[in-house]
């Protein structure tokens, strides 16, 4: 299950280095090379994963919980307030390495600060068709 082509499978199975700070049979965390704050983190499953919809089941279950591990490292060791997961799926949503991850960010009093997105007025009719649409896609 690796892409040849895939910078992040090649670092994941450690054929390029890279700054890991945790390591078992199915995954990799490395620090990002772009970090958003200082410790920024990025989990690799050791499997080539497109993005969360291609992730199998066994894959799922673990990263969520590893996820809060690292999370809770980065609090004791960098003294982080606390912390973002941030996950993305898609060109349009952000994602620029087509290999599942999640980004696990610091995030410190006094900043850096992180662009969040800008809150759209909705009704409650609104809401409810597009709830409709989304169920309705659910099989
Ligand atoms: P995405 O935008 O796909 O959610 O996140 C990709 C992340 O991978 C970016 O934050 C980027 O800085 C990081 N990144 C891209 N190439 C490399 C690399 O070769 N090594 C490391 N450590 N991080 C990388
Ligand atoms: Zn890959």
Redesign the pocket.
């Known amino acids: 299950m690796r892409d040849e082509t895939c ?1 992040f499978c090649k ?1 994941a199975n450690g054929e390029i280095p ?1 700054a890991t700070v945790y390591e078992d049979p199915d995954f990799r965390v ?5 970090p958003a704050s200082e410790g920024h983190a ?1 989990i690799l499953p050791k499997n080539h994963f497109k993005d969360v919809c291609d992730l199998d089941e066994e894959t799922a279950a673990k990263v969520l919980p590893l996820a809060a591990k690292i999370g809770a490292a980065m609090k004791k060791s960098l003294g982080c307030a606390g912390f973002n997961l941030v996950q ?1 799926n898609g060109k349009e949503a ?4 087509f290999h599942f ?1 999640v ?1 696990v960010i610091p995030r410190y009093e006094g900043g850096p600060s992180i662009a969040a997105w800008e809150c759209q007025p909705a009704n409650a009719d609104k809401l409810a068709q597009i709830a409709e649409q989304i169920k309705s896609a659910l099989s």
């Open positions: 910078i670092i890279s490395i620090l990002d090379l772009g990025l993305n952000g994602q620029t390495v991850h980004h």
